[in-house]
Every structure is written in structure tokens, then in C-alpha cells.
């Protein structure tokens, strides 16, 4: 890329930043220290507000430039994703958005711990959010990665490593500065930014098929080398009975992994009622589902006018194929419309990225304080100290996730949030749905539904594709892959709702019929609630 490229892209990106940081200069400056402000922002949103802030925290790296990746690669396959990311939301909407907002305060171990006996539950579940949170983290970081990498040529690993540990370094400071509040206001921001960028994009396409959607497919079947098996089922995930099994365990992970994901179950704490919570996932899904339906035109205008072979050529995993899509709609890479507006697509996903992993930070930065921590000590901890310890949390997992995030950075973003999904599916939606609808649960329940979901995830993953025995793989010289699929999600999301069974019934605990009546009342009708 040019130097022009670079310049432009990374003065927007600066300015970005600079107002982000502005953003979470003011709140730390307006901030009154305690808990809920931290975790909640003080649960002043609107349901716009927060409908926007939740569409900011779910259109990831992984949304702009994954899914869009898979889709001019593989065709139809990539599909897989959009209609998973989306029909997740119809879950939560009905099943967990007002429910949880009702029974909880910040985090989801306090809805499971209601009823439960506290300290093996937060334990349990505030081990399995953080988990999460760091997986979906480092597909963040690869997204930066990969983005760097487009900017300079890939003329320097090491600029690829100082950008991810920027990234990082931002993040923490989002954080432990503004908590809840400045990170609300910078989803909302970069929801706008990215949903103008996408229009834009879209229209940019669909000018150049003068509308012809249907023109739009066929050339980018044409261009892909497999003719009208790019546009029918089975170019990724239909070559064998594996790959099959695969498509159905990615599917189960991508619809049942949002109601399990720590940094969107905190975002229904943000409003003051659990109606406004349910009117914020409808403006979510609004927002999410405009979205999701412009990457498909993006995706396969990628295929079209940039071509797969250009786009693996630049990143093996599809990464980049917004940003070439960019470079060639705007009149090529030496044209000043091609520039500025590759330079605005690397400067929104940049933005994307940033936005996302305070999100993701500040959620997982909770578990560890107001679950890990306040379990861990004898005495309940100070509201004021709890808040002290999130923000030094949120240090230490900005570390983990840029050392992770350096390790795998040539896998696909969107694969891997395939993969936090999983997890979150196995681990958290079981605890989470026995909790609130199972009237005979109990702690050894609740513990061993966490545990056998999040176990059987990890293990299955450490012994898959992913890690060993392929050239794509995180440890390619090495073999000991023993599990076919690459998404464990057909096998753990079961095995956490077996062991949550199992549990219960083999528990000596009789459950507590009057915390359960209480819990149940609570979330219907929200009374008695935080």
C-alpha cells in the first residue's frame, strides 16, 4: 500500500482514538467510584441508546471483516454465519433480555447465585466468563493484526505485534478509566461509524451491478473458479461427513452462544427497567440485522470485483477482503477515491475493534471483581475495592489477550468467535436457563453444568484441527489432533446441559422452593429488582 494509504487511514484512526479518549476523560472526571456506575453506568441508558450500544458491541472485527472474508472465499457457506449471528437474538429477546435484568446486578453469576449457595457458583461461572471473554478478545486482536498488515505490505511482523499491544494498551485504559459509561458512549459511536461505512459500501456495490443483484452472484461465481458450487451448499463444510457435522456444531454454537456472552448479558443492566432492556434488543436487532444482510452484498461483492485469489492472496484467512473491496470500489489503488475510502474502512474497523474489546474487557473485568474476587475473600469486599480490582483485572487480561492474539494471528476473526461461542454455549447457557426455568436446581447443578460445558469446549479444541495436525493450524509441526471438528460445539453444548442434569439429581441439596418462587416472581414482573 502507498504511503498516502497509510497516512490517511491512520489520521483517521487517530482521530478516532482521540475522541474516544476524550469521551472516557470526561466520565472518569464525572464518575463517583461506586459499583454500579462501574458495571452499569449507573443504568441511565435509553432503550435507543443501548440498543445502539449493544449493536456496537456485537458487529465485531469478526461481523465487518470475518464474515465478509468467508463469504467471497466460500460463498453460500459464509451464509452460515450471518443467519447464526442474527437468529441468535430471537433467544435472547424472548428468553433471556428482561429475565436477567430482572434477577441479576452486574454479571450473570448473579442470577444463577440467587438461589444458589454463592461462593462455588461465582466461582464456576465467573472462571467460564472470563474464558470467554479472552477467546472472543483474541479474534479482536487477530483483526488488528490483519488490518496492520494490509497497511504496511507486510513488510514488518514486528509492526503487526505493536499495534496489537496498542490495541491492548487502549483498551485497558477505556476500562479502568471510564468504565460502563464512556464504554457505552464509544459502542454507540463506532455503531454509527460502522453502519455508515457498511450503507456506503453496500450502495457503492450494488451501483456497480446497476442493481442487478442477481448479476451480482453469477459474476461473483464466475470469478471464484468453482462456478454455481459457489453459490450452493457444501464448498467449506460439505466435502465429508465431518465437515457436515462441523456446519451443524458451528450452527449450534452461533444461535445458542449470544445468550451466553458475558459482555451482552451485562449491556440488559445498563437501562433502568427490564421493559427498556427488551426495547433495546429490538433495537438491536434492527440495527444487527440491516447489518448482517449488507455483509452478504459485501461478501459476495468482494468475490466479484476483487476476486478470491486477490483476497487470499492478502490475508489466507479472508480478513482483508472489505478493505481491497474498498481500495478497488473507490478506483484503485492509486486513484485519490480509492485511498480515502480504504483509508475510511481501515479507520471504522479499527474502530470496531476498539470498541468491542472495552466491551468485552469491562465484562470480563466484572467477573473476576465481583465474582472471583468477592468469592475468593472471607470478608464481603468494599463496592469501592471491588472496583479497584476490576480495573487491575482488566490489565492482566489486556496481557493474555495480545499474547494470544500474536499466536493466532492467521486464523479467520470470525472462526474464532465461532469458537468463544462454543464455549459460551457449553458453559454458560445451561447454568443460565436451569437457573431461571428449573424449579428443582441446585449448587452442584449449577457447578457441574459450568464445568462439564466449559471442560469438554477447551479439551475438545486443544485436541482439534485448530491447534495441531494441519498446516492452518496454531502448532503446525506438531499432531495431536484426536477430535475432527474444528467447532466443538455439537458435542459440549450437550454434555453441559447432561451435567447440569446430572447434578441435580444427584445432589443430597433440597432445593430452596421459596428462593426459587422469589426468583421466578422477580423476573416476570421485575419486582424487587436491582
Not at 487511514?9 to 475522541?19: G, P
Not at 454463592?118 to 479482536?140: K, W
Not at 467477573?367 to 468469592?375: E, G, I, P, Q, T
Request: net charge neutral; with cysteine.
Amino acid at each position: 500500500m502507498t504511503g498516502h494509504h497509510q497516512t490517511l487511514a491512520l489520521l483517521l484512526f487517530s482521530a478516532f482514538v482521540a475522541v474516544t479518549l476524550a469521551i472516557t476523560t470526561w466520565v472518569s472526571r464525572n464518575r463517583h467510584g461506586s459499583a454500579e456506575e462501574f458495571y452499569a453506568g449507573g443504568r441511565l441508558f435509553s432503550p435507543l441508546e443501548n440498543g445502539f450500544a449493544i449493536a456496537g458491541d456485537y458487529m465485531s472485527a469478526a461481523s465487518f471483516l470475518g464474515v465478509t472474508g468467508l463469504i467471497s472465499l466460500f460463498g453460500y457457506d459464509g451464509l452460515l454465519y450471518v443467519v447464526g449471528f442474527l437468529v441468535a437474538w430471537l433467544l435472547v429477546l424472548f428468553l433471556v433480555a428482561e429475565l436477567v435484568r430482572n434477577c441479576g446486578r452486574f454479571t450473570l453469576a448473579d442470577v444463577v447465585a440467587a438461589r444458589m449457595s454463592e461462593r462455588p457458583v461465582r466461582i464456576a461461572t465467573g472462571t467460564s466468563s472470563v474464558t470467554v471473554s479472552v477467546l472472543y478478545l483474541v479474534a479482536q486482536m487477530v483483526g488488528a493484526g490483519s488490518l496492520v498488515a494490509l497497511l504496511l505490505g507486510r513488510t514488518s511482523q514486528a509492526a503487526q505485534a505493536w499495534t496489537v499491544i496498542g490495541v491492548g494498551a487502549l483498551m485497558v485504559i477505556y476500562v479502568s478509566l471510564g468504565g460502563m459509561r464512556a464504554t457505552t458512549w464509544i459502542q454507540i459511536v463506532k455503531a454509527v461509524l460502522l453502519l455508515g461505512g457498511t450503507v456506503a459500501l453496500t450502495v457503492l456495490v450494488l451501483l456497480r451491478f446497476h442493481g442487478d443483484f442477481d448479476r451480482l452472484l453469477l459474476t461473483a461465481a464466475e470469478r471464484s473458479g468453482h462456478g454455481d458450487a459457489f453459490l450452493a451448499p457444501g464448498l467449506k463444510y460439505g466435502g465429508s461427513w465431518t465437515a457436515r457435522f462441523d456446519f451443524i456444531s458451528l450452527g449450534l454454537a452461533l444461535v445458542l452462544g449470544t445468550a451466553g456472552l458475558p459482555h451482552i448479558l451485562s449491556r440488559f443492566y445498563t437501562v433502568p427497567t427490564a421493559r427498556a432492556a427488551r426495547r433495546s434488543v429490538l433495537w438491536a436487532i434492527g440495527l444487527i440485522g440491516g447489518f448482517y444482510l449488507m455483509t452478504i452484498v459485501l461478501g459476495f461483492g468482494a468475490a466479484a470485483i476483487v476476486g478470491p485469489e486477490a483476497v487470499r492472496g492478502s490475508n489466507a484467512a479472508g480478513n482483508t477482503a472489505v478493505p481491497l473491496l474498498a481500495l478497488d470500489l473507490g478506483g484503485g489503488a492509486d486513484s485519490t477515491g480509492g485511498t480515502v475510502l480504504f483509508a475510511i474502512v481501515a479507520a471504522v474497523a479499527f474502530a470496531t475493534i476498539l470498541a468491542v474489546v472495552a466491551g468485552i474487557t469491562l465484562a470480563s473485568s466484572a467477573s473476576v471483581a465481583h465474582d472471583l474476587y468477592a468469592s475468593l475473600r472471607r470478608r464481603r469486599a468494599e463496592p469501592r475495592s471491588e472496583v479497584a480490582v476490576a480495573r487491575v483485572a482488566s490489565v492482566g487480561i489486556g496481557v493474555v489477550a495480545i499474547a494470544l492474539g500474536l499466536l493466532a494471528r492467521d486464523l479467520n476473526v470470525a472462526f474464532l468467535v465461532g469458537l468463544a461461542f462454543a464455549v459460551a454455549a457449553s458453559a454458560n447457557l445451561p447454568v443460565l436457563m436451569y437457573s431461571l426455568f428449573w424449579r428443582g436446581f441446585t449448587t452442584r447443578g449449577a457447578v457441574w453444568a459450568v464445568y462439564g460445558g466449559l471442560v469438554p469446549a477447551l479439551g475438545l479444541v486443544m485436541l482439534s484441527p485448530v491447534v495441531s495436525g494441519s498446516p492452518e493450524s496454531l502448532f503446525p509441526g506438531v499432531d495431536f489432533q484426536y477430535f475432527p471438528l474444528q467447532n466443538p460445539g455439537l458435542v459440549s453444548i450437550p454434555l453441559g446441559f447432561l451435567a447440569g442434569w446430572l447434578g441435580t439429581v444427584t445432589s443430597a441439596e433440597v432445593p430452596d422452593e421459596a428462593k426459587h418462587a422469589e426468583t421466578e416472581v422477580r423476573s416476570l414482573t421485575g419486582a424487587g429488582a436491582a
